[in-house]
């Protein structure tokens, strides 16, 4: 792929630092591409459950008008009894606090015997958000079903919650397993009263900052939706700027946009030939007693093998999720 190089982004937070009890947190579940689809709209949901993606959402939340909140929230559960998604993550967005609608959302969705892998919380401004909503998930829903912890992915999208990202991602529980922070960009532009322009350089911190707590606790960082879902070249651009900054995957909003994505978001084959070799000289080198070596003309340590351990890891990863589709 054009620009990619070897510069290879770190994929995963597995071997990035010393903290591993939180990087063990890290989910294996590959999350390149996750799709929108409005939670009322079956053309669109049995659409998607024919698409080969890693993980789709079924929206209550700003992809679903007013009146059709109802709707949406009704059909999720059906949509979730009737159809086969595959291997795909489905997670369900839920309305946010501050709107007055989560509570409805959660009787509805929640206490249906056909439950999501996970869910979204949007708009969320502290950890106390969360505590709020995994109580009322556990007072009305019917998660003593589940088997396992249910996935929770955490939306960026509000200025106090990047001032409160650090308490945020330390948020621990036995009956949610926090995995992901979701940038949202459209939000967070509105808030602090900025435009979007074409590169995105009114983005640079806030992604960084998504990038470095998510990686500092272990999780997945999922970056912006590229709005101009028709312009194929852009999207492209910042979904590998993306992956090489270090976010995991994307959000998407349309069908088009999933492959360039997700292929932005999976090494090459370059890139794979690339970390086997270099785990191969590594070790050779290790048993000569060389901490530090060139390999192809660069000078090689313990950090590049931990980045080659990062690409390695994602392709298996990925391999391991579509040979059980
Ligand atoms: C952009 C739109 C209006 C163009 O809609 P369209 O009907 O003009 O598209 P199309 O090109 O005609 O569609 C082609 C085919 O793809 C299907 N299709 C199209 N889209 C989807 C989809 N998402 N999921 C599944 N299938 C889809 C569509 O049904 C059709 O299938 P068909 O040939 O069988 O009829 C449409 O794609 C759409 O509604 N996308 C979802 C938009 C959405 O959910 N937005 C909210 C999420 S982003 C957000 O909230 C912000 C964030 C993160 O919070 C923050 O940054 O702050
Ligand atoms: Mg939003």
């Known amino acids: 792929m054009p620009g990619r190089g070897l510069q290879v982004a770190c994929w995963r937070g597995f071997h990035c630092s010393h903290t591993m009890k939180y990087h063990q947190r890290a989910a294996a579940t590959p999350r390149r591409a996750i799709m929108y689809v409005p939670g009322y709209d079956d053309r669109k949901a049995n659409k998607a459950a024919t698409l080969t993606i890693d993980s789709i959402v079924l929206d209550c939340e700003d992809g679903v008008a007013i009146n ?26 839920v309305n946010s606090r501050d709107t007055g609608l989560t509570e409805d959302d959660v009787s509805s969705i929640l206490a249906s015997n056909n439950l999501p892998d996970g869910l979204l919380l949007p708009k ?22 589940l088997n396992r912890p249910m996935i929770l992915g955490v939306m960026v999208e509000t200025a106090i919650a990047m001032l409160n990202l650090k308490e945020i991602t330390s948020f621990k529980s036995n009956t949610f397993d926090l995995q992901c922070l979701i940038f949202g960009a459209d939000d967070f532009l509105a808030e602090i009263g900025a435009s979007k322009t074409e590169n995105a350089m009114e983005l640079m911190y806030a992604r960084q900052h998504v990038i470095l707590h998510a990686k500092a606790f272990g999780l997945q960082a999922i970056d912006m939706v590229y709005n101009n879902y028709k312009d194929l070249i852009g999207l492209q651009r910042q979904a590998i700027e993306g992956a090489k900054m270090g976010f995991t995957g994307k959000q998407v909003i349309h069908p088009g946009q999933i492959d360039i994505v997700q292929e932005s978001f999976s090494p090459s084959k370059e890139q794979i030939e690339w970390a086997k070799a270099l785990s191969i000289a590594f070790e050779d080198h290790q048993q000569q007693g060389k901490g530090a070596f060139i390999f192809r003309g660069q000078m090689i340590d313990k950090p590049l093998l931990l980045q080659a351990n990062n690409i390695l890891s994602l392709i298996n990863n990925v391999n391991g999720s579509h040979t059980s589709s």
């Open 124 to 145: 969320v401004n502290s950890v106390d958000d969360i505590n709020w909503f995994c109580d009322l998930a556990a007072r009305n829903g019917n998660l003593k079903s």
């Open 68 to 93: 059709k909140k109802e709707e949406a929230r009704v059909n999720i559960p059906k949509l979730l009894a009737r159809t086969d998604f595959g291997s795909k993550d489905r997670f369900i967005r």
